[in-house]
C-alpha cells in the first residue's frame, strides 16, 4: 500500500521559518509530478507549489520568494522550505504526489500537517 507521510510542521511566529517533508513509501516504481497544498479554515485547498522529477518548480504568487520545493528522488521525498512566514500561511498542508506501482499511475495524498503562525 502506497502512502505519503508528512512532517515538519508546527507553531512558529511571524517571521519565522519551518521545513515540511514528505516521504512516500510503498512499492514505488517511480514519483512523477510531487507538490504541496494547503487549505486554513473555510477556504478551499489551494496549491502551494509543484516540482516535476527533473526539477521543474511552480509557485502559488502568496508564496514566491519565501519558499522553496526541492525533492530526493532517490528517497521520493518532497520538501518545503518557508520562510519569512505570516499569520496567513496558517493552514494544514498538504502533500501530493504522482506515484507509479504496480497498480498503475496515480495520485495520493498525505494525510495534512498543522501549521500555525502566530502574530
Sequence with gaps: QLQLVES??????????????????????????????????GKQRELVATITSGGSTNYADSVKGRSTISRDNAKNTVYLQMNS???????????????SSFFGKNTYWGQGTQVTVSS
Design 85 to 99: 512566514l505570516e499569520p496567513e500561511d496558517t493552514a494544514v498542508y498538504y502533500c501530493n504526489a504522482l506515484l
Design 8 to 41: 515538519g510542521g508546527g507553531l512558529v511566529q511571524a517571521g519565522g521559518s519551518l521545513r515540511l517533508s514528505c516521504a512516500a513509501s510503498g512499492s514505488i516504481f517511480s514519483s512523477n509530478l510531487m507538490g504541496w497544498y494547503r487549505q486554513a479554515p
